[in-house]
């Protein structure tokens, strides 16, 4: 059986998910025979090299740096998965969805605990390498349209590990109880 | 002294279930209800203020802050929209100073939304502190904005021409108009005050015999469901309790719809006497006519016309002679709640609180107002009732179709000639209708039937036929002509405002209603996509675990159209690609952010 | 002695007192009927219609119907289950629920019952409705990003004269719950955390706790919701 290629990102999330992906141990190796990955901070290839047949997208779209990355996915990848909260519909980043993003800045930079003292300048980080703020935290499915979606904060290893492999090996995903998670 | 607000609670005993006249009489004093006047009351009836407050916010035309010595609350139905609401919006907002939602800053003027007003063929129409003005240009809210200034009474501003019939009588003075363009047999014929109890009284009918005659004639009612009058008569006089009550609904809520303002104004003793002949078949003392807040200018009117009937003997101990039958009928208003229409919401309403409805089982003919047997019967239906109690069965039977009997009164308005109330027997085809408003059937883009939470139909369903068997109808018929974007300013307005009137208490009413509006907004905006519209179609079943007929419906103005104007939907759809989401754009998301920071894109 | 009727849930043969609700009596056949606005002890209203099922063809709330002699109920048909679950997804994605940050996580019904229904994301497009966070009460937070609006602490939290603590405000897609700052302020301890365990979510929070349980073994670590009714069978 050839292997199916397997990219995967983290946009506006914590890695928790990419930790849990990583969670499930020893079937790691049994998950070595079954995939290649492409696109992943797992391998640090950072640029697309050849279309993907699984795309799994942690965190949500906060930034246009997300936007472009979680576009790029949907194009190379022939299945899209939303992996955890963040990715499903905003997570604790989208707490922010209803404080207008001037006052979110300027909470961080000018008047915040930390920095209120430590900024003299009153500087908000403009630098054109910097990703563009959006307005909100987008659940990516607004984006593109996502395939899979397996929530948890993490999702749990048991869930991945069922998912990954029944969509590899093209078998119908089993879901016991403990494995849907939504924290 | 005592304050206004004791004198109030005094008036209705401090009792908890007359919260909402307690509401309405204290607001009209004061103009609007200021928290301190809502502690007084919730003191005084030993509930808590948020128990007050929960009232109050229901409705939309009761507040907690000042709505300006002249509120103005705006229709802003479909019709009033097809008929130039945007531009008397317009004018109100350029003469007065101030946005809709917004008072001016000398508290002079408030501008207000209101759905519809019950005066579909004479938009655009405004309420202003309760008196209703209609047919507005933007050179008469000049005048009247004017007149405001000057301080002029609002029976000072409104125009000097009064209404037709009864729209022109001393206790009236409204210059609402009827709009009566066919009478029947029914409703719109001759009838004398007191007439119905006469027949009773002189036939010596005993209750029993009434329902059997009313069976008989095969009354349905005439608020939309169509359920046996006499049946829920039946239901109501087998069931146990201590008092039996009769409600009459003239609520008519559903946008569209006008003819019980008509019928009440033109034939007030003919419902008034339907109700008694109800009460005496049920077997109740108390009548309670239940008005929409919008109808408040008939209040004096009606009031006399229940004193002329109490000096007539028609009401009151041994009512229209018939020994033995005490029976009496008083006002109760709404304050602005669609829901209320819901027989069941009604009595919650009436008994002082938010208008939900209840859940069924018990109905309430077994459970109703206060706990005790209650039949609500809509205007029409019970002048129906009275009328088949004066001439027979057989009479009424030669009326419409076999299982349709007798008239149906039509609110026809939107684009005809002759917009307005006609009296038709049931049987005739929407086309017959069209033909005879006057609406060139060419230029009809679609009829709305039953309100918003009826259908909307297009020309090939035109030849249905209006009857319980068919085409069953309140009686509204709103002609919309090919010149308007059906989807946005009729579809959108409707699911709107089923997400507004929504009681809220119920999940999926209240949220459904939301997520069909998104929805429905992404289409509009163009980014919507197949899978959007089979969505709608796939939520139809999660309307129908609703409580009440409003989540029942709520999602019809969306599922007939596109049922019936797919193309509609399809033409909309410019983003054929499933896979990307048209609807985010990145310029527009980083806007504000690029903005704080002094980003370029 | 109430008079004992038979009737049936999904073709098994039930037994139960004539004028039972259905949910109990339901649920003393071990019968599970999900539920989320249903509370013992306080009369129904049939708020969330997640007992939505079918009654002799008739859909109808479980937790309103009282049992009656010959009565046919469909309670797990693929029809009346994917209605409970669409029901909870609007839940879902009518409010703001973020179980990873909530204190209620593990604990609470909805989420629960997303768990049984195996909810992996709503149907519905997330509205993110701005909603506010009420702290001034001494002893009670009330977040309403969580609320469900079951009417539970409406129906179930009155004062020692009847009076309620917390009531509806507004209509439709404004509704909310309001909680009556002058009564509340001098709330007991014991109607405080009456009000806590009432709230179905974490929309009511006692103040000074929080996270009380561990992962792993709260309410709903272990098992689902409704199979404590299932294994008493």
């Not at chain 1, 942690?58 to 190379?76: D, P, Q």
């Not at chain 2, 129409?125 to 240009?137: D, K, Y």
């Not at chain 3, 629920?97 to 992996?120: D, I, K, M, T």
Request: glycine share 8%.
């Amino acid at each position: 059986m050839d292997k199916k290629i397997v990219a995967t990102t983290s946009l506006a999330g914590c890695f928790g998910c990419h930790m849990s992906v990583l969670d499930i141990d020893e079937r790691i190796l049994d998950l070595i025979e079954l995939v290649e990955f492409n696109k992943s901070p797992i391998d640090d290839i950072k640029t697309f090299t050849k279309h993907c047949d699984i795309g799994i997208v942690e965190g949500g779209c906060a930034t246009s740096e997300n936007v472009h990355v979680l576009k790029e996915f949907r194009k190379n990848c022939s299945t899209l998965i939303a992996l955890g909260e963040c990715a499903i519909m905003g997570g604790l980043p989208a707490l922010r969805n209803n404080i207008p993003i001037t006052e979110c800045l300027e909470e961080a930079y000018l008047n915040g605990l930390t920095t209120k003292d430590n900024n003299p300048d009153r500087i908000l980080p403009n630098d054109e390498e910097i990703p563009m703020m959006l307005d909100r935290v987008y659940p990516i499915r607004e984006l593109v349209k996502v395939d899979f979606f397996l929530p948890g904060c993490p999702p749990t290893a048991d869930l991945i590990w069922n998912a990954l492999t029944a969509l590899i090996l093209g078998k119908e995903m089993d879901l016991p109880y403990e494995v849907i998670r939504y924290d | 002294m005592k304050s206004i607000v004791q004198n109030v609670l005094e008036k209705y005993n401090s009792d908890a279930t007359r919260l909402m006249d307690i509401l309405i009489d204290v607001q009209e004093d004061q103009g609007y209800l200021p928290p301190p006047v809502l502690a007084e009351i919730a003191e005084t009836l030993d509930i808590s203020e948020v128990d007050v407050l929960q009232t109050v916010s229901f409705y939309h035309f009761f507040s907690t802050e000042p709505r300006g010595k002249y509120s103005v609350y705006l229709n802003d139905s479909v019709v009033a929209e097809m008929m130039g609401r945007a531009k008397i919006a317009e004018a109100f907002e350029r003469e007065a100073g101030c946005k809709f939602g917004e008072v001016t800053e000398d508290e002079l003027i408030g501008l207000f939304d209101t759905p519809c007003i019950g005066m579909n063929d004479q938009e655009p129409a405004a309420i202003i502190n309760g008196v209703i003005f209609t047919e507005l240009t933007a050179f008469r809210v000049k005048e009247i904005v004017n007149g405001m200034r000057a301080g002029l009474s609002v029976e000072e501003l409104r125009a000097q021409s009064l209404g037709d019939g009864m729209n022109a009588s001393e206790s009236l003075h409204s210059t609402v108009d009827n709009n009566i363009h066919k009478t029947g047999a029914v409703i719109f014929s001759d009838y004398d005050p007191g007439e119905a109890l006469a027949a009773i009284s002189k036939e010596s009918l005993s209750p029993e015999q009434v329902i059997e005659r009313v069976k008989a004639s095969g009354v349905r009612g005439r608020g939309g469901a169509g359920f046996p009058t006499a049946l829920k008569w039946e239901f109501c006089r087998k069931a146990k309790g201590e008092k039996h009550y009769v409600f009459c609904n003239a609520d008519e809520g559903e946008p569209g719809t006008f003819k019980d303002r008509v019928i009440l104004t033109e034939r007030p003793n003919l419902v008034l006497d339907g109700m008694t002949v109800a009460g005496y078949a049920i077997g109740a003392t108390e009548g309670i006519l239940y008005l929409r807040y919008e109808y408040r200018y008939l209040r004096d009117y009606l009031e006399k016309i229940l004193a002329d009937m109490r000096a007539a003997g028609q009401l009151g101990k041994n009512a229209g002679d018939i020994k033995g039958f005490d029976f009496d009928i008083r006002l109760q208003f709404g304050a602005g709640a669609y829901v209320c229409g819901e027989e069941s919401a009604l009595i919650e309403s009436a008994e002082g609180k938010r208008g939900e409805p209840r859940d069924r089982p018990p109905f309430p003919v077994e459970k109703g107002f206060l706990g005790m047997p209650t039949i609500v019967n809509n205007v029409e239906t019970l002048c129906q009732a009275a009328k088949v109690v004066v001439k027979g069965a057989d009479w009424y039977r030669t009326l419409g179709t076999s299982q349709s009997t007798g008239t149906k009164v039509l609110s026809v308005s939107g684009d005809c000639k002759f917009p307005g109330v006609y009296e038709i027997e049931w049987g005739f085809s929407v086309n017959d209708i069209l033909n005879m408003v006057g609406a060139e059937t060419g230029e009809v883009q679609a009829v709305q039937v039953g309100g918003p939470s009826g259908s909307c139909i297009a020309s090939n369903e035109f030849s249905r036929i209006l009857s319980y068997e068919d085409l069953a109808t309140g009686g509204s018929l709103i002609i919309i002509g090919e010149r308007h974007d059906l989807l946005k300013v009729v579809v959108y307005n409707f699911i709107d405002f089923f997400a507004k009137e929504s009681c809220g208490s119920c999940s999926t009413c209240r949220a459904l209603t939301m997520m069909y509006r998104k929805t429905l907004e992404k289409i509009l905006a163009g980014h919507g996509k197949r899978s959007d519209v089979q969505a709608m179609l796939d939520w139809v079943p999660i309307a129908l675990a609703s409580r009440c007929g409003l989540g029942h419906t709520a999602p019809n103005p969306i599922v007939s159209t596109i049922k019936n104007f797919r193309h509609l939907y399809e033409g909309r759809i410019v983003n054929a690609d499933e896979t990307f989401e048209s609807s985010f754009d990145l310029e527009t998301s980083v806007a504000e952010a690029n903005r704080t920071v002094g980003r370029k894109l | 002695m109430a008079k004992i009727v038979t009737f049936s849930i999904d073709g098994q043969k039930c037994m139960a007192e004539e004028g039972q609700y259905l949910v109990d009596a339901a649920e003393t056949n071990g019968v599970y009927i999900p539920t989320l606005c249903n509370m013992t002890g306080v009369p129904p209203q049939g708020s969330c219609r997640v007992c939505s099922v079918k009654i002799n063809g008739k859909l109808t709330t479980a937790c309103t119907t009282k049992v009656s002699e010959g009565m046919e109920v469909i309670n797990e048909s693929e029809e009346i289950q994917d209605l409970r679950k669409a029901i909870i997804e609007l839940l879902f994605a009518e409010g703001n629920h973020f179980c990873p940050s909530c204190e209620q996580s593990g604990n609470c019904e909805l989420q629960a019952l997303a768990y049984r229904f195996q909810v992996l994301v709503p149907r519905f497009p997330y509205l993110f409705p701005e909603r506010d966070i009420e702290a001034s009460n001494p002893k009670l937070f009330k977040d309403h990003n969580r609320s469900i609006l079951c009417k539970r602490c409406i129906r179930a939290i009155t004062d020692e004269r009847g009076r309620r603590l917390f009531a509806f405000g507004k209509r439709g897609d404004r509704i909310g719950i309001s909680i009556d700052t002058k009564l509340a302020a001098n709330i007991s301890d014991e109607l405080a955390d009456r009000a806590a365990e009432v709230c179905p979510v974490g929309a009511i929070i006692r103040k000074g706790r929080g996270f009380a349980v561990p992962i792993g073994q709260r309410r709903y670590d272990g098992q689902p919701i409704g199979a404590d009714v299932e294994q008493a069978k």
